[in-house]
């Protein structure tokens, strides 16, 4: 039985900074930003969103009222939980309106929990192939105003569908995977930042790759030759680079040539956007659908998750997954955004509601927001 994402949808905030100011309100030559970092643009969520209003909106754009009836299975895979005990699926079994016979939970493993979801998916649709499990990936990436780690922050949100014979993309179950206690990355609970050793942990992703794409050729007696993609997570664009300069020295040029080209498609919205943490890895892989993919195409895809926990596996691109990705909408998401100023976004930035605070809607200009914090709980709506 063919198992797969058979539907894919995104959600990005409507702000956003252009990288170049930020290195000039930061006294850095904006090269190393758009060039030694390969950031264009940063996505800016407004203090009324989150982890679970950005989950929702991104899930929203794909179900329908079929879908939901099919849906067995809920997965949110995030590193910026809203509760350290209410999963974020709970939430938005009443935002997104599905019936209550689901199996709804949320997966943390920094960057990699999208993608322990969607294997988690597969197995789940293998035992019951009439039942499909959505799949959520949603974060704020935030490391705090004049750190070095504020030009790869981000926000947003990719939600897939998975079930039997997708029209998007077949997952080959051919994977490779490993964990090691490393410390690259990390929150504490009483953090809204993250810390990162930002050069080890480039080194551990490299080395991660490196070993599990020898794992994989090894496993499955493949080679790049095998594949015309490779797709990386990318929390910024350059991290994926360096993965993908590993090869240059042992496949073929024309091969190293279609690799380079089809991960330049691949960043395009990445360099837009910015960190996804969980998404990153699906934003790129949007990206390529959009701007690169072929019918058929083989696709080989690297997930990372700071900790750390890796892998490497296949995919089919379905012969009708122009029919089911709308381009132009995802394309329009991006272009539709508005720009806030360096000095906005840092007084945006410190917002942050307390127990009692009640949202106006009149403000809010989302589809799904918080609405109020009563007793210390977060309570959501839907905008009319
Ligand atoms: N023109 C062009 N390039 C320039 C330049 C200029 N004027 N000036 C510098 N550069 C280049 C540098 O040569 C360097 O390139 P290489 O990496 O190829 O050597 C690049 O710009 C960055 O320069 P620095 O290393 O000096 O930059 P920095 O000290 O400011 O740190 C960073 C950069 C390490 C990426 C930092 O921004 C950071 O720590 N970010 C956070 C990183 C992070 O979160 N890592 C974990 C990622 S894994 C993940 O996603 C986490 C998860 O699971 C949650």
């Given at each position: 039985m063919d198992i797969g994402i058979d539907k894919i949808g995104f959600y990005v905030p409507k702000d956003y900074i252009d990288i170049v100011e930020l290195a000039k309100a930061r006294n850095v030559d904006p090269d190393k930003f758009?060039?030694?970092?390969?950031?264009d643009k940063q996505a800016v969520p407004q203090p009324y969103q989150d982890a679970v209003t950005m989950a929702a909106s991104s899930a929203d754009s794909i179900l329908t009222s079929e879908d939901k009836k099919d849906i067995g299975l809920l997965i949110v895979g995030t590193e910026?939980?809203?509760d350290e005990s209410k999963s974020s699926a709970a939430f938005l079994m009443d935002l997104l309106e599905l019936p209550e016979d689901i199996r709804a939970f949320e997966i943390k493993q920094a960057c990699y929990g999208a993608t322990a979801g969607l294997q988690s998916a597969y197995d789940f649709v293998s035992l019951n192939p009439d039942k499909k499990a959505l799949v959520i990936a949603t974060d704020i990436a935030r490391y705090g105003?004049?750190?070095?780690?504020e030009v790869t922050q981000g926000a947003g949100s990719v939600a897939m569908i998975i079930s039997k014979?997708?029209?998007v993309l077949k997952l080959d179950h051919k994977s490779v995977y490993m964990t090691r206690n490393v410390g690259d990355f990390w929150r504490p609970t009483f953090s809204k930042t993250a810390f990162a050793r930002g050069k080890f942990s480039n080194q551990v992703y490299v080395d991660f790759f490196q070993t599990l794409w020898q794992k994989f050729q090894n496993k499955?007696?493949?080679?790049?030759?095998?594949?015309s993609t490779m797709l990386f997570h990318i929390p910024y664009t350059k991290m994926g680079t360096k993965a993908l300069r590993t090869l240059e020295e042992t496949v073929s040029d024309t091969k190293y040539a279609e690799l380079t080209k089809h991960y330049q498609e691949s960043i395009k919205f990445s360099r837009e956007?910015?960190?996804?943490?969980?998404?990153s890895l699906y934003l790129g892989l949007l990206s390529y659908l959009v701007y690169g993919a072929q019918p058929n195409e083989q696709l080989l895809l690297f997930s990372y998750g700071s900790g750390a926990v890796g892998e490497l596996y296949s995919a089919k691109v379905q012969p009708d997954f122009e029919q089911v990705v709308d381009k132009s909408a995802l394309q329009k998401m991006l272009t539709n955004r508005q720009k806030l100023s360096i000095s906005n976004y840092e007084k945006m930035y410190q917002i942050e509601y307390q127990d009692g605070t009640i949202v106006d809607p009149i403000t809010v200009d989302t589809?799904?927001?918080?609405?109020e914090i009563k007793e210390n709980e977060r309570l959501y709506k839907k905008s009319k």
């Open positions: 758009t060039i030694g970092i390969g950031q910026s939980s809203v105003i004049k750190t070095p780690g014979d997708p029209r499955y007696s493949m080679t790049a030759d095998d594949f956007v910015g960190n996804l943490y969980t998404g589809k799904f927001y918080l609405s």
